[in-house]
């Protein structure tokens, strides 16, 4: 089938039950994109569907590639609930094919902005660079890798302008698979486009160095007009050349020099450390103002030693924030055991747990962390409940029952994210979802299974603005939920 027939059928073709396709966004040689409306919401809201199509349809490749799909779906959970992400709504397999189904985010990409021979300014650059380092901390703090930045897969998004990282090049392992000659499934594709993909990369070793290694290559594209392939590289050094197309500061350049040195090891180690040094361009260097008179009547240099104590006070901050995120403390967890519920999991020290059971909800446990405010409550919880099945459902169905029961429930619920999930050995699904109770906006999290005719299920809730802080560890929880009746 040739790709114009191919596109021809896909239009108006329904995924996933209730995922209508559209129109075609982007194709790729590991992906096709397209736009669709998703037929289950009250107002069809617009989302992406991604297919990935393992090469071979050999059983050991298909198994493969499932396995990969799932786990790097549940990455993409994660990730999703960054502001500069899009989330992941669900994941589905379909006749061999797999999809992805995102929220599609209104904008432009930045092939767009960054045309051969047009220069952005200095400020625009560091602007764009802080934008984008401040999704990608978020991505390496929760130890991935993206693979493949470029930017066709930037996005300026219209209703702000900021930065949305898409198209996250781990989960294309899917469409990799092959079996090689000895009968065993084997990659036989790096992932990553040619020009922003370093070294070791092409190699088959990505660092969390190699993002960075992507990251200034588009910034001194945008600082040069000049395309990353047309840049020249020293034959003794292998390093990119590029000074000489731009009037660029040396402190940015020395930055930019350092994020795209030819050894992963001499860069930036992560995009934390680079945020650092690019937040740095923004603080004033320290300087002299004009003389004063002095008691003796000879003029005396006054030195701006505020600014300098301004700093010291600054990178004390910056490093308190830093280190707030990069050593979150570690919380000690200790084991709960509740033989009504029949399960035993790890929990933190400093949590409170009670018991919160009833006829018509079943058997339940509530954990609340510690208050840390001054309001003497919190609407942070994370409530596990076990129930019986009223009918005979399997967890498609039962999955649709509850989805719709949450929309009746508070017409304002919004869902942000969902798919499979896999909870004590089990087959579950996942659920994220926004609505307001008492006049404030909660974020919820839902993770239930089924097993022996029982659904066990996690429901984790906070107000919207605090839902991130503890959100590790609720899953940490969750992963560590063992059955010991069945």
């Given at each position: 089938?040739?790709?114009?027939?191919?596109i021809?059928?896909?239009?108006?073709?329904?995924?996933?039950?209730?995922?209508?396709i559209?129109?075609p966004?982007?194709?790729?040689g590991?992906a096709?994109?397209?736009?669709?409306?998703?037929?289950?919401?009250?107002d069809?809201?617009?989302?992406?569907?991604?297919?990935?199509k393992?090469?071979s349809?050999?059983?050991?490749?298909?198994?493969?590639?499932?396995?990969?799909?799932?786990?790097?779906a549940?990455?993409?959970?994660?990730?999703?609930i960054?502001?500069?992400i899009?989330?992941?709504?669900a994941?589905?397999?379909?006749?061999?094919?797999?999809?992805?189904?995102?929220?599609?985010v209104?904008?432009?990409?930045?092939?767009?902005?960054?045309?051969?021979?047009?220069q952005?300014s200095?400020?625009?650059?560091?602007?764009?660079?802080?934008?984008?380092?401040?999704?990608l901390?978020?991505?390496?703090?929760?130890h991935?890798?993206?693979?493949?930045?470029?930017?066709?897969n930037?996005?300026r998004?219209?209703?702000?302008?900021?930065?949305?990282?898409?198209d996250?090049?781990a989960?294309?392992?899917?469409?990799?698979?092959?079996?090689?000659?000895?009968?065993?499934?084997?990659?036989?594709?790096?992932?990553g486009?040619p020009?922003?993909?370093p070294?070791e990369?092409?190699?088959?070793?990505?660092?969390?160095?190699?993002?960075?290694?992507?990251?200034?290559?588009?910034?001194?594209?945008?600082?040069?007009?000049?395309?990353?392939?047309?840049?020249?590289?020293?034959?003794n050094?292998?390093?990119?050349i590029?000074?000489d197309?731009?009037?660029?500061?040396?402190?940015?350049?020395?930055i930019?020099?350092?994020?795209?040195?030819?050894?992963?090891?001499?860069?930036?180690?992560?995009?934390?450390?680079?945020?650092?040094?690019?937040?740095?361009?923004?603080?004033?260097?320290?300087?002299?103002?004009?003389?004063?008179?002095?008691s003796?009547?000879?003029?005396?240099?006054k030195?701006l030693?505020?600014?300098?104590?301004?700093?010291?006070?600054?990178?004390?901050?910056?490093?308190?924030?830093?280190?707030?995120l990069?050593?979150?403390?570690?919380?000690?967890?200790?084991?709960y055991?509740?033989?009504?519920?029949?399960?035993e999991?790890?929990?933190?020290?400093?949590?409170?747990f009670?018991?919160?059971?009833?006829?018509?909800?079943?058997?339940?446990?509530?954990?609340?962390?510690p208050?840390?405010?001054?309001?003497?409550?919190?609407?942070?919880?994370?409530?596990?409940?076990?129930?019986?099945?009223?009918?005979?459902?399997?967890l498609?169905?039962?999955?649709?029952?509850?989805?719709?029961?949450?929309?009746n429930?508070?017409?304002?619920?919004?869902?942000?994210?969902?798919?499979?999930?896999?909870?004590?050995?089990?087959t579950?699904?996942?659920?994220i979802?926004?609505?307001?109770?008492?006049?404030?906006?909660?974020?919820?999290?839902?993770?239930?299974?089924?097993?022996?005719?029982?659904?066990?299920?996690?429901?984790?809730?906070?107000e919207?603005?605090?839902?991130?802080?503890?959100l590790?560890i609720v899953?940490?929880?969750?992963?560590?939920?063992?059955?010991?009746?069945?």
């Open positions: 089938m040739d790709i114009a027939h191919k021809d059928v896909m239009i108006g073709q329904l995924l996933g039950g209730h995922y209508q559209i129109r966004l982007g194709r790729g590991l096709e994109t397209f736009l669709a409306i998703d037929l289950h919401l009250p069809r809201p617009h989302r992406v569907v991604k297919e990935l393992p090469q349809s050999h059983p050991l490749v298909l198994e493969t590639a499932k396995i990969l799909f799932e786990r790097e549940q990455v993409l959970y994660k990730l999703g960054h502001n500069q899009p989330a992941l709504y994941h589905f397999e379909e006749e061999d094919r797999f999809f992805l189904v995102e929220e599609f209104p904008g432009h990409d930045l092939s767009e902005e960054l045309i051969p021979g047009k952005l200095e400020n625009e650059v560091i602007d764009l660079v802080r934008d984008l380092l401040e999704a901390a978020f991505v390496h703090q929760n991935v890798i993206h693979r493949d930045i470029k930017p066709s930037l996005i998004r219209e209703t702000d302008g900021k930065i949305v990282l898409i996250f090049g989960v294309k392992q899917v469409s990799t698979q092959v079996l090689n000659t000895q009968g065993q499934v084997s990659t036989t594709i790096v992932v486009t020009n922003y993909m070294g990369q092409q190699h088959g070793n990505p660092q969390f160095s190699s993002d960075i290694f992507a990251v200034g290559i588009v910034a001194i594209q945008a600082l040069t007009g000049v395309p990353p392939a047309q840049l020249p590289v020293d034959s050094t292998l390093e990119i590029w000074r197309r731009t009037s660029a500061s040396p402190r940015l350049a020395n930019l020099d350092k994020m795209v040195r030819y050894d992963f090891r001499q860069r930036y180690s992560s995009a934390v450390e680079a945020l650092e040094a690019v937040n740095e361009l923004r603080k004033p260097l320290g300087r002299t103002i004009p003389y004063f008179k002095g003796g009547g000879k003029p005396v240099p030195t030693w505020w600014t300098i104590l301004g700093g010291g006070v600054g990178a004390i901050v910056l490093g308190l924030l830093v280190s707030q990069i050593f979150k403390p570690h919380l000690q967890s200790i084991p055991q509740n033989s009504q519920l029949g399960i999991l790890q929990r933190p020290e400093t949590w409170d009670k018991d919160t059971s009833s006829i018509i909800h079943g058997k339940s446990v509530e954990f609340t962390p208050i840390t405010d001054n309001s003497g409550n919190t609407q942070t919880k994370l409530t596990l409940t076990k129930e019986e099945l009223t009918s005979n459902q399997d498609a169905e039962y999955t649709e029952a509850l989805k719709k029961e949450i929309i429930n508070n017409s304002q619920s919004q869902i942000v994210s969902e798919g499979q999930y896999i909870l004590a050995g089990k579950g699904y996942r659920l979802y926004t609505h307001t109770q008492d006049g404030k906006e909660l974020k919820c999290m839902q993770v239930w299974f089924l097993d022996n005719f029982q659904v066990y299920s996690f429901n984790y809730q906070a919207v603005g605090k839902f991130d802080k503890d590790d899953e940490e929880m969750i992963k560590s939920l063992k059955l010991t009746q069945s």
